[in-house]
């Protein structure tokens, strides 16, 4: 039960405020509806974060044991371009 209210929580909150669920019986039309917003191109202005070059030579590292364990068919080495 403490997993379907949390749920419920994170369900609601990412609704846009929306009040409840409606279950049966509950009339759409007099419920309480969000209030989302259509987000145009260029509207926002997304926050790029790189690597360091500490963190890339850790997921060099990485790979290069998942290759070695998959006797070379590490997938995501192959897709990095290592």
Wanted: glycine share 10%.
């Amino acid at each position: 039960m403490l997993d379907a209210n949390l749920l419920i929580e994170v369900y609601l909150s990412m609704t846009a405020g929306q009040g409840e669920i409606l279950f049966a019986g509950g009339d759409p039309d007099t419920e309480h509806r969000g209030t989302q917003q259509a987000i145009t191109p260029g509207q926002l202005k997304l926050r790029v974060q790189r690597a360091t070059a500490d963190e890339l030579n850790a997921h060099l590292t990485r790979l290069a044991g998942i290759d070695k364990v998959s006797k070379g068919k590490c997938v995501w080495k192959a897709l990095d371009g290592a």
